[in-house]
């Protein structure tokens, strides 16, 4: 096992300090964080945890191997290069940078340097993600059609980053997931209706080449919390609904078929209605998933399901929304 530091114990870097802490045992030996207050937080709840304010403190020590980075988003492309320049390997939450430009440069340092550079696109981690994978490589649910992703709910404002960039990654991780593929055409419409310049509601639509669509609703400022994708094929339709306890999957034996008319010699359509299925889908926390999913590659040096390019990839959708939705929602080739 590799020595390993955290930065930012901001709300999900405690999450990333906690998970990380269990798995990695004495394996995890500083803490990073500019805030006092935080580090005080370390210090009563991980008392065998060194501490430090300053980043440089992690560059520095060749006995770090591997940097847990959850710092502002606009941190990522410095903090992140500065460790993968030091010859680290680094887990980055999502996104994985700001730019595609800067997305680039990282995938291609780290390649460079032989260091693992993860980012935590923590739904493709979900045990009903896999599950939903395996049904649409297995040909159970046909070929897919279309694909629509609610992601509301009346919480946190937030001032810097729009709903876009900070729920929309989400999704857009787990439908290029599932189909395997990238979109070559983004629209993006959206308001600010609470702060100016700042979206609260964005709706996106992914074009697929395939003719295969997705669409994506984000918003902080909506009466009811969701947490749903629905995939609908031409066999079966599937639900995945994060925001139930238990239950999270279901399948639906519904479809339209099309047959002959032997009065006329002619097709029509016709609906099929069959059976509701609710699977077992194996209980586990996403995120703890996640990091060990990081511990073991970079152990075995393994290439992380999530890795540099995937992040690149979301990121290319998530540059071309946003330059969709300034432009009014005109249509953003990829």
């Known amino acids: 096992m590799k020595n390993l530091a955290i930065a930012g114990i901001g709300a999900w870097g405690k999450n990333l300090l906690r998970n990380f802490y269990s798995l990695a045992g004495d394996e995890l030996v500083l803490a990073c964080d500019s805030d006092e207050k935080r580090l005080a937080y370390v210090r009563s709840n991980y008392s065998r945890l060194e501490t430090t304010a300053r980043y440089d403190d992690i560059i520095k020590r060749d006995d770090i191997e591997a940097v847990i980075l959850a710092t502002p988003p606009s941190s990522h492309f410095e903090t992140a290069m500065a460790a993968i320049k ?138 009811h919390k969701d947490r749903k994708l629905v995939v609908v094929g031409s066999k079966k339709m599937a639900e995945f609904d994060d925001a139930q306890p238990a239950e999270k999957i279901r399948l639906y034996d519904k479809g339209v078929n099309t047959r002959q008319d032997y009065e006329t010699y002619g097709e029509y359509l016709a609906i099929r209605t069959g059976d509701i299925v609710i699977p077992q889908i194996r209980s586990s926390e996403p995120l703890a998933d996640e990091c060990r999913h990081f511990l073991e590659c970079i152990e075995k040096r393994e290439r992380p399901r999530s890795d540099g390019a995937e992040g690149l990839r979301v990121l290319r959708v998530l540059d071309a929304a946003q330059r969709s939705l300034e432009a009014g929602g005109a249509p953003v080739g990829l």
């Open 86 to 223: 030091a010859g680290k390997d680094v887990f980055v939450e999502k996104p994985l940078v700001l730019s595609v430009a800067d997305g680039e440069k990282l995938v291609e340092e780290a390649d460079k340097n032989n260091c693992i550079l993860m980012v935590g696109h923590i739904m493709v981690y979900h045990q009903a993600t896999l599950y939903l994978k395996k049904q649409i490589e297995s040909g159970e649910l046909g070929k897919v059609y279309y694909l629509y992703a609610s992601r509301v709910n009346l919480g946190k404002v937030r001032d810097i980053e729009n709903a876009l960039w900070s729920f929309a990654p989400h999704d857009i991780s787990i439908i290029l997931y599932l189909l395997d593929n990238d979109p070559v055409r983004v629209t993006s419409t959206g308001s600010a209706y609470l702060q100016p310049g700042i979206e609260d509601v964005v709706f996106t639509t992914l074009h697929f080449g395939d003719g295969t669509m997705a669409h994506i609703h984000v918003s902080w400022l909506d009466p």
